[in-house]
């Protein structure tokens, strides 16, 4: 907020036990909305679009990600959306090597480096990571995405 690039936080707590909602409710100009239950990722995602409907700017995703160094990202990925550079950037916790210093299991790494690798000759990228939680989209993105049509599990398939 200070950096003029993020005007309002719109935190959706999916019934974390933690004290989220309880933090982020002190915060200046934070919107925060709690899930009774936990509705997983898509449900998330579909609750959150409803919540800023007169915003203009990005949306930045923090997913279940527990590493400080995603927090600092949340400028650099928000200016690359509000400035109008991309409609989606993803964070990856495979740069740098956050993921196995964050504490994934080095089973849940392999598979998402495999699956990354996969994906990325199918679709002709060059993506580190597919996986993260961690995304910023453009309000026009999210717009046009039909959303409410999916899962509210983390498999998002666009129809």
């Not at 990600?65 to 400035?83: D, E, G, H, W």
């Not at 995405?145 to 666009?158: C, G, R």
Request: charged content about 20%; some cysteine; proline content about 6%.
């Amino acid at each position: 907020m200070a950096q003029g690039i993020v005007d309002t936080v719109i935190l959706v707590d999916d019934a974390s036990p933690d004290n989220t909602a309880k933090v982020a409710a002190s915060l200046p100009r934070t919107k925060v909305f709690v899930h009774e239950r936990n509705l997983g990722y898509g449900g998330n995602q579909k609750n959150l679009l409803p919540a800023g409907p007169g915003r203009k700017r990005g949306y930045c995703n923090h997913g279940a990600s527990r590493l400080p160094i995603y927090a600092k990202l949340i400028p650099a990925m928000a200016s690359l959306i509000s400035n109008g550079l991309y409609h989606c950037v993803l964070g990856s916790r495979i740069l740098g090597g956050y993921a196995l210093k964050g504490g994934m299991p080095p089973w849940k790494y392999i598979a998402n480096r495999f699956l990354t690798f996969v994906e990325n000759v199918l679709i002709g990228a060059k993506l580190s990571e597919y996986h993260t939680g961690y995304r910023a989209f453009s309000r026009e993105l999210l717009m046009r995405l039909p959303l409410k049509n999916n899962s509210d599990d983390f498999v998002l398939i666009i129809r």
